[in-house]
């Protein structure tokens, strides 16, 4: 967890991006939950020089810009709409062309 300082910065910068709100209330306690807890997704880190340089976070059923699990049609029905987003996505591994 000693990253976090420095994982919160890349976050913040992150949404900023995205256009999405920083609302550091809700994100950093439900970031420091997904940290103890193993079941609701990773955090994975990369440093070089003992800096953090980048991180990629998958959760499973829950979002840290909304604070905690998340239940989509709950919020559709709500009146919440989807945050358009681009989301790319690349199979790792051998290739079916490329596998002899």
């Known amino acids: 967890m000693g990253d976090v300082p420095a994982l919160l910065v890349m976050m913040r910068a992150f949404s900023g991006e995205d256009e999405v709100a920083w609302r550091p209330r809700r994100v950093v306690p439900a970031l420091r939950r997904l940290l103890r807890a193993p079941r609701l997704g990773r955090v994975v880190v990369s440093a070089a020089g003992g800096e953090l340089r980048g991180y990629a976070i998958g959760t499973f059923g829950y979002d840290l810009e909304f604070g905690g699990a998340d239940a989509r049609r709950l919020y559709q ?24």
């Open 77 to 100: 029905t709500a009146g919440f709409a989807p945050i358009p987003r681009l989301v790319l996505s690349k199979r790792l591994g051998r290739s079916a062309r490329g596998a002899a």
